[in-house]
């Protein structure tokens, strides 16, 4: 069986084929350096892009793999969460192919794509814990089956990427800068007392990272002088950052990156049973997160599932990957397929 994978949720257009569990090919085409500008996604500008480059890809797809249009045997899409506009550009075209096409099509929950992608390079593994950080969200799930998910925490205000991201840019590192802060704390011991762990006071599988943010404000407002001059300081060949500025950096993951790991061996505890822990989205490709995240595994005899960087970022391959899965159970969606934005439940209303 062949699915082609339609994304289109925010600032990446990517199309994939993935055939009996392997990847074909996938073309992906980033906005991240047009958005920049902006110092955030503008979601007007990234609803125009995706509808001029769909077509594009698609056809550097089928040309790169040799597949013809007639061999796809169902096409997923990208159904949300994500920006509104921005889906409706990927579901149109997705609902055209379909209907031309005369295939089925499924709409995809696009975070659980992002947990199950882990599947590409090594057999899924369940029952698990599954921990997806991104830059819209930080949910915490007990994954049964790659068809039944159930959420157990989620933060309550920021993402574990957008706080990476508004520390960024209080430092005046370009959007999105968590790699930038990943890269300065290389290899450099965090004080681990610098900040506070946030939201842990409690016995809830929630997250709050707004007060991690306003510590770095503080601290940042008292140390103004690790405010980068300009956007391009930290791209630039030759920059070497101040020790005290890498080291904040450092600190900053550690938090983040400890405050993940007391929340996942809360939930450890609560499922006795796991198997495997699956750790997924934007926020996955950090190194001080998969780190703590491999220790985790190894301490509580866990499988890890931890896709490679590229596949943590939004990307084809994890919808077309879901995508077959979905086919392969016979759930699919008529014409009348919803898109969902940010914020609100992806309802579980396939047609079987
Ligand atoms: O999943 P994703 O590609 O997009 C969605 O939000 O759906 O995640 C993007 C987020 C951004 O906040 C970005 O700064 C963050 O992932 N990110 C990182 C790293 N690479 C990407 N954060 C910390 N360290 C990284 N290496
Ligand atoms: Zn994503």
Redesign the pocket.
């Known amino acids: 069986m062949m699915c082609l994978g339609i994304e289109s ?4 257009t990517a199309m994939a084929l993935v055939q009996d569990g392997r990847l074909l090919g996938e073309q992906i085409a980033s906005q991240v350096d047009m958005h920049a500008v902006f110092g955030g996604v503008v979601p007007e500008l990234a609803s125009r892009e995706h509808l001029r480059l769909l077509h594009p890809l698609m056809d550097a797809l089928l040309q790169d793999t040799g597949v013809c249009l007639s061999d796809i045997d169902s096409i997923a899409v990208s159904r949300g969460p ?1 920006l509104l506009g921005s889906l409706l550009v990927g579901m149109g075209f997705a609902k055209g192919l379909s209907f031309a096409l005369g295939i089925p099509l499924s709409g995809v929950n ?2 659980q794509a ?1 947990l199950l992608v882990a599947g590409l390079e090594k057999p899924l593994i369940f029952p698990a814990i599954g921990l997806l ?5 930080t949910h915490i799930y007990r994954m049964q089956s790659p068809l039944a998910f159930e959420l157990l925490g989620r933060t309550i205000d920021d ?4 706080a ?2 508004k520390v ?1 840019k209080l430092l005046n590192f370009p ?9 300065l704390g290389l290899g450099i011991a965090p004080d681990t007392h610098l900040l506070p762990r946030p939201y842990l006071s409690n016995t809830n599988l929630d997250f709050s990272f707004s007060g991690l943010k306003t510590a770095v404000l503080k601290y940042v407002q008292d140390h103004p002088q690790l405010v980068l001059p300009s956007m391009d300081t930290v791209t630039g060949k030759d920059f070497v950052p101040a020790p005290a500025l890498a080291v904040l950096c450092s600190s900053f ?1 550690w938090t ?1 990156a400890d405050t993940l790991r007391v929340k996942v061996e809360r939930a450890l505890d609560r499922f006795p049973d796991t198997q495997g822990l699956y750790v ?10 998969r780190a703590t995240m491999h220790r985790v595994a190894r301490q509580h005899k866990l499988e890890i599932r931890l896709p490679s ?1 590229c596949l ?4 084809g391959a994890m919808i077309a990957f879901y995508g077959e899965i979905l086919a392969r159970a016979g759930l699919y969606h008529n014409q009348d397929l919803e898109a969902i934005p940010r914020g609100k439940p992806i309802p579980w209303d396939y047609k079987s």
């Open positions: 949720s925010c600032d990446e994500g696009h975070l992002h950080v991104s830059g819209g969200h993402a574990a990427g957008e990476f991201d960024a959007y999105p800068g968590g790699k930038h802060i990943d890269r993951a983040v997924a989205g934007g926020v996955a490709a950090n190194s001080v997160i960087p943590c970022t939004d990307n």
